[in-house]
């Protein structure tokens, strides 16, 4: 699977941004799809995964409450809302399949 992740941008502290994470590949619907993100000088980190069909949804301590991760298995896509967000979750985000295939990351500054 072939991942392009999209939707970074600059932000303010208590603000949103939604990051998609578009696949090519017909074993998208059928694999769990994950974010991890990298802040600067830090090891890539969990933030949400989500199953096939969109039931079970896991999260990070740290974004629990504040981001929802969503799918679309008609478009490809996967989705990463994010709200209230923090100068701490500035960091550069990734999506990643089931078959171990990363995008190539979407990065997100939150000002304070």
């Known amino acids: 699977v072939q991942l392009q992740a999209y939707g970074g941008g600059l932000v303010q502290a208590g603000g949103s941004l939604r990051l998609s994470c578009t696949a090519s590949g017909r074993a998208f619907s059928t694999g769990a799809m994950r974010w991890f993100r990298q802040a600067p000088g830090k090891e890539r980190e969990f933030v949400a995964s989500i199953n096939w069909s969109g039931a079970n949804k896991y999260y990070s301590n740290s974004v629990k409450g504040r981001f929802t991760i969503s799918r679309d298995n008609a478009k490809n896509t996967v989705y990463l809302q994010m709200n209230s967000l923090k100068p701490e979750d500035t960091a550069v985000y990734f999506c990643?399949?089931?078959?171990?295939?990363w995008g190539q990351g979407t990065e997100v500054t939150v000002s304070s």
């Open positions: 990643s399949a089931g078959d171990g295939s």
